[in-house]
């Protein structure tokens, strides 16, 4: 099948893009091109079982470098693959998936998050923007990374420029190069400072941990590298604030689900974190390259050519998520979800794989969080709450405006 480049309809239709394709030729698979590389964008629960396993496809040289110099930084885990990748992601495993450390972090965010909201009676907010800065206070200080009260308006608005402005050009793609500049060079600083023992600090946390870890090879992460990785803990994290700000698009749009999130039951909250990142636009699709010449649903993938898992349209797929442009938090109760099925933040074992390994630390930072804002006493003023698809990171224009009485 011919394979035409498909850059500029990626721009001008973003998470559109590859459903759109899909359903003009009937099939989940999608052969095409962009920036002159040979395409194949797949979708659907052994779509993303064929993308996990790296016989078929590997994360090396595949993430391009614009995304590398704003999201992931250069050196990141996400640039790994066999023993580098399992031995680095075990740091981040063993970091982000303690059920004690998940813990401490929701202790963090939700004592931060009441300190803010009693400052935010009689104002008018701007949901992201106040989440972000309750995250980034509590993810910080959670990993161990000194920082000031002072310090947090820039520090978040770097957190978030980084994520913003990986997936385009023009100016968000450069304040996203700077923030990441300067905050590896912060970060950088740090580890060298608690390796010459001229910065203490929590013995277990996230800084000493990566300060300390040695690489597949049995050497010290270069400080910028453990810096980069550093970004990717906090980073991350603080992209949470979307799905908080996607949260309040929700009660605004849907209010009858206010009372039954701010009751606090944590089944019900789960859910309403899990159908937030669902429906939601975020990451559009993930991918990597072929490391030999092979085939998936008829189609060839030559050596080196790159596969898509299309995340957008795999949780928007009707055989996966009946009515799936409805939101319907209730679609998850009782609901056992499976591995390859909702990937959101990607699939498979993110212990072993390349999925996120923060995921539990999203969904339980979310469900906590988002009862929290159902207990906000506000009025939504008129605003731009449209959500335009081609814009990667979608986001409610508003950024979602609350009057907190």
Same mark, same amino acid.
């Given at each position: 099948?011919?394979?035409?480049?498909?850059?500029?309809?990626?721009?001008?239709?973003?998470?559109?893009?590859?459903?759109?394709?899909?359903?003009?030729?009937?099939?989940?698979?999608?052969?095409?091109?962009?920036?002159?590389?040979?395409?194949? /964008?797949?979708?659907?629960?052994?779509?993303?079982?064929?993308?996990?396993?790296?016989?078929?496809? #590997?994360?090396?040289?595949? $993430?391009?470098?614009?995304?590398?110099?704003?999201?992931?930084?250069?050196?990141?885990?996400?640039?790994? !693959?066999?023993?580098?990748?399992?031995?680095?992601?075990?740091?981040?495993?063993? *970091?982000?998936?303690?059920?004690?450390?998940?813990?401490?972090?929701?202790?963090?965010?939700?004592?931060?998050?009441? @300190?803010?909201?009693? =400052?935010?009676?009689?104002?008018?907010?701007?949901?992201?923007?106040?989440? %972000?800065?309750?995250?980034? =206070?509590?993810?910080?200080?959670?990993?161990?990374?000194?920082?000031?009260?002072?310090?947090?308006? /820039?520090?978040?608005?770097?957190?978030?420029?980084?994520?913003?402005?990986? %997936?385009?050009?023009?100016? #968000?793609?450069?304040? /996203?190069?700077?923030?990441?500049?300067?905050?590896?060079?912060?970060?950088?600083?740090?580890?060298?400072?608690?390796?010459?023992?001229?910065? +203490?600090?929590?013995?277990?946390?996230?800084?000493?941990?990566?300060?300390?870890?040695? !690489?597949?090879?049995?050497?010290?992460?270069?400080?910028?590298?453990?810096?980069?990785?550093? *970004?990717?803990? $906090?980073?991350?994290?603080?992209?949470?604030?979307?799905? *908080?700000?996607?949260?309040?698009?929700?009660?605004?749009?849907?209010?009858?689900?206010?009372?039954?999130?701010?009751?606090?039951?944590?089944?019900?909250?789960?859910?309403?974190?899990?159908?937030?990142?669902?429906?939601?636009?975020?990451?559009?699709?993930?991918?990597?390259?072929?490391?030999?010449? +092979?085939?998936? @649903?008829?189609?060839? $993938?030559?050596?080196?050519?790159?596969?898509?898992? @299309?995340?957008?349209?795999?949780?928007?797929?009707?055989?996966?998520?009946?009515?799936?442009?409805?939101? #319907?938090?209730?679609?998850?109760?009782?609901?056992?979800?499976?591995?390859?099925?909702?990937?959101?933040?990607?699939?498979?074992?993110?212990?072993?794989?390349?999925?996120?390994?923060?995921?539990?630390?999203?969904?339980?930072?979310?469900?906590?969080?988002?009862?929290?804002?159902?207990?906000?006493?506000?009025?939504?003023?008129?605003? @731009?709450?449209?959500?335009?698809?081609?814009?990667?990171? %979608?986001?409610?224009?508003?950024?979602?405006?609350?009057?907190?009485?």
């Amino acid at each position: 099948m011919a394979r035409l480049e498909n850059g500029l309809q990626l721009l001008t239709r973003g998470y559109g893009w590859l459903p759109d394709k899909r359903r003009q030729l009937g099939r989940r698979t999608v052969p095409t091109r962009l920036g002159g590389l040979k395409v194949l /964008a797949i979708e659907g629960p052994e779509a993303a079982r064929f993308l996990y396993d790296e016989e078929h496809v #590997r994360r090396a040289r595949a $993430i391009p470098e614009p995304v590398q110099a704003t999201l992931f930084g250069k050196g990141a885990v996400h640039t790994l !693959d066999g023993e580098m990748h399992r031995v680095r992601k075990a740091m981040f495993v063993a *970091l982000l998936m303690r059920e004690d450390g998940i813990a401490a972090l929701v202790e963090h965010a939700t004592g931060a998050w009441d @300190d803010a909201a009693a =400052g935010w009676r009689g104002h008018r907010i701007v949901l992201l923007d106040e989440s %972000a800065q309750v995250i980034a =206070g509590s993810v910080c200080r959670w990993a161990g990374v000194p920082v000031d009260d002072d310090e947090l308006p /820039a520090l978040a608005r770097d957190l978030v420029s980084m994520v913003d402005g990986f %997936a385009t050009g023009g100016p #968000r793609h450069w304040r /996203a190069r700077k923030a990441r500049a300067r905050r590896e060079a912060w970060l950088s600083q740090l580890v060298t400072d608690v390796r010459s023992g001229a910065v +203490t600090v929590p013995a277990g946390s996230a800084v000493d941990v990566v300060a300390r870890h040695t !690489d597949a090879g049995g050497e010290q992460l270069d400080p910028r590298v453990a810096a980069v990785e550093l *970004l990717n803990i $906090i980073r991350p994290t603080t992209a949470v604030a979307w799905f *908080l700000a996607f949260s309040g698009h929700a009660l605004i749009r849907w209010p009858e689900y206010r009372d039954r999130l701010a009751s606090g039951d944590p089944t019900f909250a789960e859910a309403w974190a899990h159908e937030v990142r669902r429906y939601y636009p975020f990451a559009p699709f993930i991918g990597g390259r072929a490391p030999e010449e +092979t085939s998936y @649903d008829g189609e060839r $993938i030559p050596k080196n050519s790159m596969v898509l898992l @299309d995340l957008y349209g795999q949780n928007h797929d009707a055989e996966l998520w009946p009515d799936p442009y409805e939101f #319907r938090p209730e679609r998850f109760l009782d609901r056992e979800i499976g591995e390859f099925e909702l990937v959101p933040q990607g699939g498979g074992d993110p212990r072993t794989n390349h999925r996120c390994p923060g995921e539990q630390l999203t969904v339980s930072l979310l469900s906590a969080l988002a009862v929290r804002l159902a207990r906000v006493e506000f009025d939504a003023p008129e605003q @731009d709450l449209g959500i335009a698809l081609h814009r990667i990171p %979608a986001r409610p224009d508003s950024g979602v405006l609350l009057d907190v009485r």
